[in-house]
């Protein structure tokens, strides 16, 4: 599959509300997401590689409801709480994303919300070790019934902050979470490497790309360079 071209001149998009994914997009959580999972893959005997393939961007247990079909939910819910609680613990190496503090920080006073996978003990854990304010909107693990690649969280971050899909802008860097977003009917800024290769509207190297304005009226005006 071929990665999206990152914008070579000056891209301009207006959106009423930005839906923010955390990890991997304001946060870079990678070493420890590769830390914890490669050793619960090699507890249950699977390749870590093939294992990274999957994991970014959905809640626990629906990775592994696809690495091991045959086992029952009840039990990947379990393991998930254990591995949440194993996460959060763990923060060693979680930096920003480069221009994430800026970046948000230019979202004060302007419709935007946190939609992660994570739940809010590690949102909490992980944004408070990269040196990031949390948004006041926020939909996490406990928020919704189904894990991205459903829009369900992306639907419920619009329908809190009381605007139409349409009129959202989603950042992510996961396939699960770019496809979460366009199945919501938004279009999809990509962040970093990751998102290149699921076919984001723009993508951007990092967030130091990404120049936010306030529209009169209300709104967002994202220039991205």
Not at 158 to 174: I, K, M, T
Request: glycine letters at 10%; proline letters at 5%.
């Amino acid at each position: 599959m071929t990665a999206t071209a990152a914008p070579t001149e000056s891209t301009v998009i207006t959106a009423r509300a930005l839906l923010l994914d955390m990890d991997g997009t304001l946060v870079n959580s990678d070493a420890v997401v590769e830390r914890i999972w490669r050793r619960w893959a090699e507890r249950h005997g699977l390749d870590g590689d093939e294992v990274m393939k999957v994991v970014h961007g959905r809640q626990g247990y629906a990775s592994m409801a696809l690495l091991l079909p045959d086992r029952p939910m009840e039990q990947n819910h379990a393991d998930n709480a254990r591995m949440l609680a194993e996460e959060t613990a763990d923060v060693d190496g979680v930096v920003p994303i480069p221009g994430a503090p800026e970046f948000l920080a230019s979202l004060r006073g302007l419709p935007h919300a946190l939609v992660t996978s994570a739940d809010v003990a590690l949102s909490t854990a992980r944004m408070a070790a990269a040196g990031l304010e949390l948004p006041d909107v926020r939909v996490t693990a406990e928020s919704v019934g189904a894990s991205k690649p459903d829009p369900e969280g992306f639907l419920k971050g619009a329908a809190e902050l009381g605007v139409a899909p349409a009129d959202c802008v989603v950042f992510e860097d996961s396939g699960a979470g770019i496809e979460a977003g366009r199945s919501a009917g938004m279009r999809v800024v990509g962040v970093g490497a990751r998102a290149g290769f699921h076919g984001p509207d723009v993508l951007v190297t990092d967030l130091r790309q990404v120049r936010v304005e306030a529209v009169d009226g209300g709104g967002v005006r994202l220039v991205i360079a």
